[in-house]
């Protein structure tokens, strides 16, 4: 891979962890709730993945949703979002090959956090379950505490926290949304893990440099 960073951005949900089947049985349940109906696989790409949750609730609710409506279908959405991961617990691990690729940028001195469009319960539940806080600082893991727009501003605050421009740093991502975010916050290299069977589309999309199956890939 013939790409120079100096530091390392990770998407978390379908990039580090494969779960996107997860979400989309949770949000299939708000979507009862909310609307009465199925979520249609048209949805996910477009207004979904990778997509903070507020927007979602929002979308589903034709943009008259409340502060307090955000807030109870975000966390209740999540809440059950949880339950299926420690429900399905033979796919309740990180990628292949990611914790070989987090050692090698250590041994390499590549600083790399996380920016997510979770929310704090989630990367509380993701820090716990598979000991990221060997490899990250908690405070330096960007996630969606209900202030970001989308995750351009989260790539710009996650690249402070690594002291450096993002210009110059390596982002990692699976959704469509993550990576237009990340070309417009100013990111140059992007790969892309192809959790979505998405291959043909995200080749052609504005800096990624590669497509990847997982991380042994990269190590």
């Known amino acids: 891979m013939n790409i120079d960073y100096k530091a390392v951005i990770f998407d978390f949900n379908g990039t580090l962890f494969f779960d996107n089947d997860k979400h989309i049985k949770a949000w299939g349940e708000i979507s009862k709730k909310l609307r009465g109906i199925e979520l249609q696989e048209a949805e996910l790409l477009e207004h ?25 279908y975000s966390l209740l959405k999540e809440e059950i979002y949880r339950d299926f991961c420690k429900k399905d617990t033979d796919t309740f691990h990180l990628v292949k090959g990611s914790v070989e690729y987090f050692d090698k940028l250590k041994s390499q001195n590549i600083p790399f956090t996380i920016a997510s469009a979770s929310i704090k319960e989630n990367i509380d539940f993701f820090i716990e379950s598979f000991g990221l806080d060997v490899w990250i600082q908690p405070s330096d893991i960007i996630f969606d505490d209900g202030t970001y727009k989308n995750k351009v501003a989260m790539f710009k605050n996650a690249a402070k926290k690594l002291h450096t421009p993002i ?9 469509i949304s993550g990576i237009k975010n990340a070309a417009e916050a ?19 999309l504005p800096y990624v440099k590669k497509v990847i199956k997982d991380f042994t890939e990269l190590v």
């Open 167 to 175: 210009e110059d740093i390596l982002v990692i991502e699976d959704s």
């Open 186 to 204: 100013g990111c140059r290299n992007i790969v892309v893990v192809d959790s979505a069977n998405q291959y043909e589309i995200y080749k052609k």
């Open 48 to 72: 979904i993945n990778g997509v903070p949750n507020n927007k979602v609730i929002q979308y589903m609710l034709d943009g008259k949703a409340t502060a307090q409506q955000m807030e109870q």
